[in-house]
């Protein structure tokens, strides 16, 4: 299976933002994808090294939630996110570039296995 990935209109919306608050870059991911999640990566955008898992050794078993604490770099608030899925390779992982994490309290993970397209809303 390859997971797609896709942005809703209030994601855009808060990733076109320009503005960088100084609000913290923590947040809660919610897992509606209908599979288990091994791995969530979340460094500064455009950063070639993926850096810790933000799971640790758990997994986010579909319907459940974690909250993600993290020192952001700096003044950054901008981050790429990936997510790994279990039993899936690393090639079938989802993967979304400039999120501004100052902004975003709750992201959310859906799977349409129609379209087999992920997608990630956030408010």
Known sequence: MIFKTALSAVALIALLSNSASAGDADFTLTNRTGYDIDSVYVVPSKNRNWGVDRLGKDILANGRSRFLAFNKFGNNCIYDMSVGW???SEADDSVW?????CE???ITLRYN???KVTTMTAE
């Open 86 to 88: 279990v039993g899936y």
């Open 97 to 101: 570039e400039n999120i501004n994490l």
């Open 104 to 106: 975003i309290n709750t």
């Open 113 to 115: 296995a129609l379209t």
